[in-house]
């Protein structure tokens, strides 16, 4: 069975920093994997994802992330924090042994000082 | 150019009163998905629609039910809500599962008083 592990719950960083969201996966198989990120009341909103080739992964608004499969890992990064970067992030892994539905991390709350 | 519309946004019901959701897509996608998500939690799957099948998931009490009349909507059903029903209903789609994108929807934040 897949299980997606989110290290930290929240995460603070200040204007300008580096942003570094952990997300570690168990799986039988290579997955697919994803990162959302979900304002205050909004759904989630696709950020990246990788499938198969090039494990470094560009997405949307600056993020990030790098699939190491001998580490399980698939770490969101940013190089520098904006305001607008404030929300909550979700790693998901989707197997085709588990029906190929997403299976969500607990998520993590990013929270950019000034 | 909204692609997926959930109504209402805020729904507030009775305890026991059936109250339903309702889900809308613009984009074709064969896939439709209906998520709970309490407060400070990950969204957790009910089930979804694979065109016209319906998958439960194992967990999912029998006080929610579904439906999808057509390709581009889908409902919410919840009989009897219990206060533990209170949460956040997201609805999601995608054109296929595994790889592909899913498209979520704004939700459906729902109160039982």
């Known amino acids: 069975a897949q299980s997606v592990t989110q290290l930290g719950s929240h995460v603070s960083v200040s204007e300008g920093a580096l942003v570094l969201l952990r997300c570690n996966y168990s799986s039988s198989v290579p997955p697919y994997l994803f990162w959302y990120v979900q304002y205050p009341n909004q759904g989630l909103q696709l950020l990246l994802k990788y499938t198969t080739g090039a494990t470094l992964v ?3 608004n600056g993020f990030e992330a790098e699939f ?3 580490e399980t890992s698939f770490h969101l990064t940013k190089p520098s924090a904006h305001m607008s970067d404030a929300a909550e992030y979700f790693c998901a892994v989707s197997e085709k042994n588990a029906g190929n539905m997403l299976t969500f991390g607990g998520g993590t709350r990013l929270m950019v000082k000034p | 150019d909204a692609m997926v519309i959930q109504n209402p946004r805020y729904q507030v019901t009775q305890f026991g009163k059936p109250v339903t959701l309702s889900c809308s897509q613009t984009l074709n996608h064969n896939v439709m998905y209906w998520y709970q998500q309490k407060s400070s939690q990950a969204p957790k799957l009910l089930f979804h629609y694979y065109d016209k099948d319906f998958n ?10 579904s439906r ?18 209170a949460a956040m209903y997201l609805c999601a789609t995608s054109r296929d599962t595994g790889l592909y994108e ?7 934040r729902l109160t039982v008083t």
């Open chain 1, 68 to 70: 190491k499969k001998s």
């Open chain 2, 102 to 108: 899913q498209y979520f929807g704004p939700g459906t």
């Open chain 2, 56 to 65: 439960n998931e194992a967990d999912t009490p029998d006080n929610f039910q």
């Open chain 1, 58 to 60: 560009k997405g949307i």
């Open chain 2, 68 to 85: 999808r009349p057509n390709t581009s909507f889908c409902f919410l059903d919840i009989r009897s809500p219990g206060l533990g029903d």
